[in-house]
């Protein structure tokens, strides 16, 4: 049973000491401090608990940032920094030889060496691990053997020039813990080299304490993760100093927390928000004039002005600033309903048409500028029927070849756009898994960056597939992904990474 933390660590207004007294003397009152614990309200932190091969998003893996670390890390700017390997080369990009970080510990006292990494392939290689997130994100990961304790060899099943970034998902567990514990009770008792581990987790919520051997040893005492669905609540949890943090608030909510001594911080996220076109179903989304058309006719600016209070930036391209490739003189669709029409005559549709969107909310504001893209869209004639579904549905139903509508709320994900083209290559990545759309124009380009020994030797083909999409677009192009955290004063050290939360950095002010 979960209890509030901050209650359990409080002492009573008013206490009354009893003291025996020798010779005259009262024996002092001792000082009692209270732990550092913050106090964290989110959305969610995911239905798995602390399996370490499941989660990509935030709010969800929160939790898995306390408990975990990864093999590589990517940095504020895109480039790849040192993780739990200290250094990686390949000569081919098939074969990556890791030099892993010494005297790392896990939770339960195991030391870290590179058997953890050999037998981590070998779950995410195994017959259950095909529905599991970080496996099918590293489907590339093949094989690893140990060189020695600290020096171990990764072997792709295909040339992976970015395995560097690709890693930066890559969570290490204690492979014992995993192999022997029921899965359940694994993921309620997770164990991993990160920071924090955990104590207690339920639905409610998850508490964790210290852990003072990790490499990265934290100087709060402990996090309490609070699950507190609705928006205004978690405002007003931060508010009546319930939670010391909040996930997933909205612009408008500044103010208040200023009012009260706090700060509302902007977080960009490692995604590009877009409205996928579902293409292979066939309907007018099938012609790139009609799908460029529905890019003029929507006002980013307007709506990033109105919503998100100027906070989030147009894009061009299905990257974000920061990410491989990313292409900084590709221009932002300007706002032009005049060429949207004309584009959508020019198609055969001079009278308009009529589109069904599948839209899931994922943050502050979502279904508000969905609505808006709907009113701009109307103005050329495209009159547009929004339908909401749960994200996790919307995605089931777009990757397993279940979809209807033509449009679909979706994210690329992570620094590498090309990523997201096992979605969009004309063929599933899996027998079960179907693409949404197929640009057979495409093909050459992607087999062209994806052969490539070398990062530097792709990047052009990386800005040659981005430059076709502005042109070809598979959705409709918005911005980058934001996020508002609410801080209150006693809250130092936030400095999160996109969607990794630095935890070990964090701390509270008397």
């Not at 295909?158 to 492979?175: C, G, K, S, T």
């Not at 007018?284 to 930036?313: C, F, H, M, S, W």
């Not at 003189?329 to 300007?334: K, Q, V």
């Not at 579904?389 to 919307?394: G, L, Q, T």
Request: proline share 7%; net charge negative.
């Amino acid at each position: 049973m979960r209890t509030n933390t901050k209650s359990k660590y409080l002492l009573p207004i008013a206490t009354v000491v009893l003291s025996l007294c020798l010779g005259g003397v009262v024996a002092p009152n001792p000082a009692v401090s209270a732990d550092k614990i913050l106090s964290i309200g989110t959305s969610l932190i995911g239905p798995n608990r602390g399996h370490a091969y499941q989660g990509i998003t935030m709010p969800a893996i929160m939790p898995l940032n306390a408990i975990y670390d990864t093999v590589t890390v990517v940095r504020e700017d895109g480039s790849i920094g040192p993780g739990l390997a200290l250094s990686w080369q390949s000569d081919d990009a098939l074969t990556w030889r890791l030099k892993l970080r010494e005297g790392v510990k896990f939770s339960n006292g195991v030391p870290f060496t590179a058997d953890a990494i050999v037998r981590s392939v070998k779950h995410m290689r195994g017959p259950e691990a095909g529905l599991w997130s970080i496996s099918t994100t590293l489907y590339q990961v093949a094989e690893a053997r140990a060189l020695d304790d600290y020096t171990v060899e990764v072997e792709l099943n295909q040339r992976d020039a970015l395995f560097p970034i690709h890693a930066a998902v890559w969570r290490i567990l204690e492979p014992e813990a995993w192999e022997t514990m029921p899965r359940t009770e694994y993921e309620s008792n997770p164990v991993g080299t990160g920071p924090f581990q955990v104590t207690d987790w339920d639905q409610s919520g998850a508490e964790m304490r210290a852990f003072r051997d990790s490499w990265r040893a934290p100087k709060l005492d402990g996090l309490d993760f609070k699950v507190i669905p609705d928006q205004t609540a978690r405002l007003q949890a931060i508010l009546s100093g319930a939670v010391d943090f909040v996930v997933g608030l909205g612009p408008d909510d500044a103010s208040l927390i200023e009012a009260d001594g706090g700060r509302l911080a902007l977080r960009n996220l490692a995604t590009v928000q877009f409205l996928a076109f579902l293409t292979v179903n066939g309907g007018p989304v099938v012609d790139p004039k009609v799908r460029l058309a529905l890019n003029y006719a929507v006002n980013r600016e307007a709506i990033i002005q109105t919503l998100l209070q100027g906070k989030a930036k147009p894009l061009s391209q299905l990257a974000y600033p920061g990410a491989f490739g990313y292409d900084p003189d590709l221009p932002p669709y300007p706002y032009d309903p005049d060429l949207a029409r004309a584009l959508l005559a020019e198609a055969g549709y001079p009278d308009g048409i009529d589109l069904t969107a599948s839209v899931a909310s994922r943050g502050a504001n979502d279904l508000l500028f969905f609505q808006q893209i709907a009113l701009d869209l109307a103005k050329i004639g495209v009159n547009v029927e929004m339908q909401g579904k749960p994200a996790w549905r919307n995605m089931q139903d777009l990757f397993f070849g279940k979809a209807t509508s033509n449009l679909h709320s979706l994210l690329v994900r992570g620094p590498d756009p090309l990523a997201a083209y096992r979605h969009r290559v004309c063929q599933g990545i899996l027998p079960d898994r179907s693409p949404y759309h197929c640009d057979y124009k495409l093909l050459p380009i992607l087999e062209q960056a994806r052969t490539q020994v070398t990062a530097e030797a792709a990047l052009p083909f990386y800005r040659a597939v981005l430059a076709h999409e502005r042109e070809h677009p598979p959705g409709i192009i918005l911005w980058q992904g934001v996020d508002f955290d609410g801080l209150t004063s006693k809250v130092t050290g936030y400095a999160p990474v996109q969607d990794v939360m630095n935890f070990s950095d964090m701390d509270l002010s008397p």
